[in-house]
């Protein structure tokens, strides 16, 4: 595409509005607040403790993706059975799911109507207005990103490394932890990322399973109904500066594997 | 020793049909066919890394049809060496020691030789994507030999080098076969490697397996059609016969020995068809007559030259003579010596045992 070409000029442009839609309301939220302001809702210990849940509850929907994601991601990466494009779509469905329906639908299985519900309940385990509820809800929404993700890392490594890795004695799981694993580190971490940072905005389906505790965008809505925009800005700015600190730490501390270097 | 027994796998695009197939211990195997025979699957069904829907491996006496590939004793290299990325060379070359039980001391001598000989003593630090084609080539090996397998597959090993390294691993592949107990099996769609390299070797098409023997054998005898145009017959043609003569088209020629059938092929290699000028005074037009083939002793027949292919080093030269074209391969020296060129008159002739019978 030379500079001449008028598609060129409509690929800038657009480039350009894009890049104004994004980032307009985004500055316009950061830079709203007053310094003073932003600082005063640092010392309010309701802001921070929802900001921590927010934090560690999608860090835990991302460890349990990856603990129980990864051996997934690997299977569809590497057979082809009939009904896998079934599979394939059942696992996107949280994401093309409306997000109270999710909330909705968990609710319906963890309820004490529901079997499931019931085994809980003995247990002593609730979903209701809990920290596990939004841990549940959070995977829910999150597992997809992940799965794809690490899917798509496992398709790039040549099954022929594992298949030589065989050849000199390695069993499947020796093969799948000295080769594969290495090798997929950065996609699964990748995934990790996409899988947390989904679950962190959720919003509408952890309303319906915990209005309490809070999650940060639950509390920043709920400051938004209460207060005002005004209000609920220092709170999102915050939550922005943290999601972005520990996403950015996360990109660049990822180890890049030698041979691995892209 | 390996024994393959009426192997089939279907991998949809890529099958093996009822294949059968033997392999002497200490053999340097090689097994030749075009992209897409199945030369690859066979490999990868003696490694057992795809599933087999019939027929039987036997390695060493054991019936290896369903084991796992950690449990064969076959070592596999790949056309792209397939290194561990994320892997010194040294330990690429490792890899396997643990699994397999060797003595420290042993497996430390192993290397230690192995690493001399294959000049990579120097790369031990190294990680693959900073080798060159012949030096992961070269760890690939050590890889596979230091846990001394029974078998090892060698996956086109030389079609993805440069022609100047070639040569050497070539060499270096008959060394390391004749000072190791290990049996080699290679496939390749080259046919000159598998001449230079294998005790024996075999055709495959289709899944299935068409020729086995000697290099050697195969080259001068094809069994069929496909092995005969594999190998570089180019001359191929339905025949009739007759005692000790065979005629194709309107063609009548001397064959070395009589022939019992009545019908079936001959094949003559382009190499072995002379081109001579054509006698002066000769007033035969459509050059089918030509001189009494049985009264020289040789086959020899008028023709007029249609097609000249430029082949690098040589040329390919179409001759026909009556309903028949004859190739025939010349040197480019040759071809300026004589002049030849499209639409010139000359007498093709070869020799009775130049035609092969199949």
Request: charged residues 15%; glycine residues 8%; contains cysteine.
């Amino acid at each position: 595409m030379t500079r001449k070409d008028p598609f060129f000029w409509v690929a800038v442009s657009c480039g350009m509005l894009i890049f104004a839609f994004i980032l307009l309301p985004l500055v316009e939220l950061v830079t709203a607040p007053s310094v003073a302001m932003l600082k005063q809702t640092l010392h309010d210990k309701t802001v921070l403790r929802a900001i921590w849940l927010s934090v560690y509850t999608a860090g835990a929907a991302a460890v349990i993706s990856f603990l129980i994601g990864t051996p997934l991601a690997f299977v569809l990466a590497r057979t082809r059975f009939p009904g896998k494009k079934l599979v394939e779509s059942i696992i996107d469905l949280p994401i093309v799911i409306p997000h109270p329906v999710v909330g909705i639908a968990i609710l319906g299985v963890a309820g004490k109507n529901h079997w499931l519900g019931k085994i809980m309940a003995d247990l002593s385990i609730r979903l209701m207005g809990s920290v596990s509820g939004i841990i549940v809800v959070l995977t829910f929404v999150g597992m997809p990103f992940y799965i794809n993700s690490v899917k798509n890392g496992f398709e790039a490594i040549s099954p022929r490394l594992e298949n030589v890795a065989r050849s000199l004695g390695a069993s499947m799981s020796g093969a799948f932890f000295r080769i594969t694993f290495p090798l997929a580190w950065r996609s699964i971490l990748v995934g990790m990322i996409m899988c947390a940072a989904r679950a962190i905005s959720e919003f509408g389906a952890v309303i319906i399973i915990s209005y309490h505790p809070m999650t940060a965008p639950v509390l920043i809505y709920e400051r938004f109904e209460g207060y005002g925009l005004e209000y609920s800005q220092p709170v999102a700015v915050w939550l922005v500066l943290v999601c972005l600190t520990l996403f950015l730490a996360l990109r660049i501390l990822a180890p890049s594997a030698p041979g691995n270097r892209t | 020793m390996i024994q393959i027994r009426n192997l089939t796998v279907d991998l949809g695009e890529f099958h093996l049909n009822n294949l059968s197939l033997t392999i002497h211990d200490h053999d340097f195997f090689v097994l030749m066919g075009p992209t897409g025979a199945g030369k690859t699957v066979l490999l990868d069904a003696i490694a057992g890394l795809v599933p087999v829907s019939g027929g039987s491996i036997v390695i060493s006496g054991r019936d290896m049809t369903t084991s796992p590939p950690e449990k064969r004793g076959v070592g596999i290299m790949y056309q792209d060496y397939a290194l561990f990325p994320h892997m010194t060379v040294s330990q690429n070359i490792r890899f396997g020691l643990r699994y397999h039980k060797i003595k420290p001391q042993r497996a430390a001598t192993d290397f230690q030789n192995l690493t001399t000989e294959l000049g990579i003593a120097g790369l031990l630090k190294r990680y693959p994507d900073t080798l060159s084609g012949g030096e992961r080539q070269r760890v690939a090996l050590a890889r596979a030999l230091i846990v001394a397998p029974q078998v090892i597959l060698l996956d086109e090993p030389l079609s993805a080098l440069d022609p100047g390294f070639r040569e050497e691993i070539r060499l270096l592949l008959k060394r390391l076969h004749t000072h190791s107990a290990v049996t080699f099996l290679m496939v390749t769609h080259d046919f000159a490697e598998a001449l230079a390299l294998a005790t024996r070797a075999a055709v495959i098409h289709n899944g299935q397996i068409q020729q086995t023997g000697q290099g050697m054998d195969i080259f001068h005898k094809p069994a069929s059609r496909f092995v005969a145009d594999f190998v570089g017959m180019k001359n191929i043609f339905p025949a009739t016969f007759s005692g000790s003569s065979a005629v194709i088209e309107n063609l009548k020629m001397v064959l070395a020995a009589p022939v019992s059938c009545p019908t079936g092929h001959i094949a003559i290699r382009p190499e072995d068809i002379m081109l001579s000028p054509a006698p002066t005074g000769l007033d035969d037009p459509d050059g089918t007559d030509g001189p009494d083939s049985a009264a020289t002793g040789q086959n020899a027949f008028q023709g007029q030259i249609t097609a000249i292919i430029d082949h690098g080093f040589i040329y390919e030269l179409h001759v026909q003579a009556g309903e028949v074209v004859f190739k025939s391969h010349m040197s480019k020296a040759a071809m300026v010596d004589r002049a030849l060129s499209t639409g010139k008159k000359t007498m093709v002739s070869f020799s009775p045992a130049a035609v092969h019978v199949f």
